[in-house]
């Protein structure tokens, strides 16, 4: 599952905006890169897709507007390409909030309210993965608590509201270290036992590689699970083993994105490797708490470790959107003297 358009509807600052997730053949985009100042929709626009898919499409709420030129309620209408989710399919799956009031036929909105039906059932089935990171995220020091993993580590619920501005949902710090300390903890008893083929055994090796991908380039790396305290640990770059609570806190985050993207791709595709399997995340404000340095080769890096899934990603950094193609990028700008949102992309988003 793959985004290709959105329409927003009488929603945040937009009055009617169609933002293209695909090039000009359709094709969807694996990194999309909104980049704006404070104000121009972007973490609007990440709610708005977590709200209109494909397993979870509900009605959108009417935010704040400085100039409401419309009674209408507000609503989105969302493009998907299913991919993995549904090969033979060929044409875009359309999502639209219950809401919604679109220019079609009586017709063709019983087949859209058809299909979409359908795919709500097939969506709470399997895949259909969506992983939402918001901006708001923090890491506490608290200790690894493994508890019931087949109802919480192993299960995607397609149905899970994703939240982008309640920080106290926000905590990563022990869903983090849950997944990597379990998987290891499994991969080894699944050696114990002959079975170094498990599907656990597979989910720590491909986790693994994802992490190298993200860390490499600050020359740490993922040790496992210390085997008295079940914390996970890494090595430093000068050979010191530190626990995950002790990493530089900007590592902090690009480790809890593979991992927590690693996861939901495992659970909704529990007979493939994940690192192959489709997905869409959306990451609000990536640049948060990272260096400059690195601000400029983030997106290259999630590309690189999970190549398969599109990234939709919201930054104000202009370092983040220097180390972007053209091509990724989004540019919302806010018309001078007014409250419209115009919308650039690619040569045309560079020189704004």
């Not at 999309?32 to 397993?55: D, H, Q």
């Not at 100039?67 to 044409?91: I, K, T, Y």
């Not at 993965?129 to 109802?151: C, D, H, K, Q, Y």
């Not at 149905?159 to 982008?164: E, L, N, P, T, V």
Request: a negative charge; proline letters at 7%.
């Amino acid at each position: 599952m793959l985004l290709l358009r959105l329409r927003l509807v009488s929603l945040g600052p937009f009055e009617d905006i169609t933002i293209p997730f695909c090039d000009d053949e359709g094709i969807p985009k694996p990194v999309v890169v909104l980049f704006g100042a404070e104000g121009v929709g972007k973490t609007t626009i990440l709610s708005a897709i977590a709200m209109t898919r494909p397993g979870h499409a509900i009605a959108q709420h009417q935010p704040w507007r400085a100039e409401p030129s419309s009674d209408a309620p507000p609503f989105v209408v969302s493009e998907w390409h299913l991919g993995d989710d549904d090969p033979a399919r060929p044409h875009p799956l359309k999502v639209a909030s219950p809401n919604a009031r679109l220019d079609e036929r009586d017709d063709e909105a019983l087949q859209r309210r058809r299909e979409q039906a359908l795919f709500d059932r097939r969506a709470a089935e399997r895949g259909f993965v969506l992983v939402a990171l918001s901006g708001a995220r923090w890491f506490s020091r608290t200790a690894v608590m493994l508890s019931s993993p087949e109802r919480t580590l192993l299960r995607y619920d397609v149905r899970s509201a994703a939240s982008f501005d309640d920080a106290t949902r926000t905590d990563l710090a022990r869903e983090t270290k849950q997944i990597l300390s379990f998987a290891c903890i499994t991969s080894a008893l699944a050696r114990q036992i002959d079975d170094p083929d498990s599907y656990m055994s597979r989910f720590e090796h491909a986790l693994r590689h994802v992490l190298a991908a993200l860390l490499d380039d600050d020359r740490y790396r993922f040790l496992g699970a210390d085997p008295v305290r079940l914390e996970p640990t890494f090595l430093d770059p000068e050979g010191r083993r530190v626990d995950f609570d002790d990493l530089p806190r900007s590592l902090r985050h690009l480790v809890s994105f593979g991992a927590l993207v690693m996861r939901s791709l495992a659970a909704a595709w529990p007979d493939r490797d994940p690192r192959e399997s489709e997905g869409v995340v959306l990451l609000d404000d990536v640049e948060s708490e990272q260096p400059l340095f690195r601000q400029k080769t983030i997106v290259r890096r999630l590309h690189h470790a999970l190549p398969r899934v599109q990234w939709i990603i919201t930054t104000s950094s202009t370092d983040v959107a220097m180390g972007c193609a053209a091509t990724d990028l989004v540019v919302l700008r806010r018309r001078p003297g007014g409250a419209a949102i115009d919308l650039h992309e690619g040569v045309d988003a560079v020189l704004h």
